[in-house]
């Protein structure tokens, strides 16, 4: 299974970006698709995902508002809209596929079991 991120760069305190992942690959099991991220020094986190079941998504507190998550379930392909970015939203971002069965794992990275390579956003004040 590969996952294909797309989107990341470099921008203003305020700006806008949107990320894509696509999965493609040998039949695997899906229940949805998430974005976690990792700053320098820090642990991965949760960012966001999407339940392909009935298109329920999940979000990070501190990007509520400001993220938007929504996918393609017959294309295996998740986005990501950024707005308001801010310095602290700088990361690699990376986008999961959840392959283990479970609601109350969308929000951590032990539910997903295919990982894509990450694309840098870096946001500067």
């Known amino acids: 299974v590969q996952l294909q991120a797309s989107g990341g760069g470099s921008v203003q305190a305020g700006d806008s970006l949107r990320l894509s992942c696509a999965a493609s690959g040998r039949t695997f099991s899906s229940y949805g698709m998430g974005w976690f991220r990792q700053a320098p020094g820090k642990e991965r986190e949760f960012v966001s995902a999407?339940?392909?079941?009935?298109?329920?998504?999940y979000y990070k507190d501190s990007v509520k508002g400001r993220f938007t998550i929504s996918g393609d379930g017959a294309k295996n392909t998740v986005y990501l809209q950024m707005n308001n970015l801010k310095p602290e939203d700088t990361a690699v971002y990376y986008c999961a596929v959840k392959g283990v069965l479970g609601a109350n794992l969308y929000e951590l990275a032990r539910g997903y079991n295919y990982w894509g390579q990450g694309t840098q956003v870096t946001v500067s004040s």
């Open positions: 999407f339940r392909w079941s009935d298109g329920s998504t």
